[in-house]
T-cell receptor, first 116, second 112 residues
Framework: QKEVEQDPGPLSVPEGAIVSLNCTYSNSAFQYFMWYRQYSRKGPELLMYTYSSGNKEDGRFTAQVDKSSKYISLFIRDSQPSDSATYLC????????????????FGQGTILTVHP | NAGVTQTPKFRVLKTGQSMTLLCAQDMNHEYMYWYRQDPGMGLRLIHY???????AKGEVPDGYNVSRLKKQNFLLGLESAAPSQTSVYFC???????????FGPGTRLTVT
């Protein structure tokens, strides 16, 4: 079983829809959670960064972490065709756990298409 | 402020040839990483560095070597390329004590 599971999709929605992207994980030591957006033939771009449980909002994007369920979500409101990309979740345990760097464990990515 | 840059953007090699991929960052980050991204496999860590002059193996290090002679540069070398090394290679960096990584635009490598 993979440490981080992410449905690869593809997910296709009409413009203006609310999009929900999700990841589940098995390692209870994960405390730092990120969402990356990757456009076709480009590098991953950091979208959201959250620590522990709770919500974080940035414009049309909301990141949600439920550590009790080991489940994280990214919501996109009023989705636009420019949101069409692959979305990767990533997570890390605390540096105090023994590693000297923040090793990231990635999900496989969900392909999202927003059509006009 | 260019962030993370990678050279070259594309490369085609024949089996057995060697090459070096260059990554440069201008954010004064301590940590640098090399990943490969393959369909269905996600991002996999090849090697990483926690500071100038230091390197360590990641998840899939075989067939690759790295060097970090300057803080801002991280080189990835393939001594004898194999078709299994056909992939998209990404470099990333992060600040000390930080978890979020910043990625470069990638290098598409094809080995025939």
């Amino acid at each position: 079983q993979k440490e981080v599971e992410q449905d690869p999709g593809p997910l296709s929605v009409p413009e203006g829809a609310i999009v929900s992207l999700n990841c589940t994980y098995s390692n209870s030591a994960f405390q730092y959670f990120m969402w990356y957006r990757q456009y076709s033939r480009k590098g991953p771009e950091l979208l959201m960064y959250t620590y522990s449980s709770g919500n974080k909002e940035d414009g049309r994007f909301t990141a949600q972490v439920d550590k009790s369920s080991k489940y994280i979500s990214l919501f996109i409101r009023d989705s636009q065709p420019s949101d069409s990309a692959t979305y990767l979740c990533a997570m890390s345990a605390s540096l105090a756990g023994g590693t000297s760097y923040g090793k990231l464990t990635f999900g496989q990515g969900t392909i999202l298409t927003v059509h006009p | 402020n260019a962030g993370v840059t990678q050279t070259p953007k594309f490369r085609v090699l024949k089996t057995g040839q060697s090459m070096t991929l260059l990554c440069a960052q201008d954010m004064n980050h301590e940590y640098m990483y090399w990943y490969r991204q393959d369909p269905g496999m996600g991002l996999r860590l090849i090697h990483y560095s926690v500071g100038e002059g230091t390197t360590a193996k990641g998840e899939v290090p075989d067939g690759y070597n790295v060097s970090r002679l300057k803080k801002q540069n991280f080189l990835l070398g393939l001594e004898s390329a194999a078709p299994s090394q056909t992939s998209v290679y990404f470099c990333a960096s992060s600040g000390q004590g930080r978890y979020e990584q910043y990625f470069g635009p990638g290098t598409r490598l094809t080995v025939t």
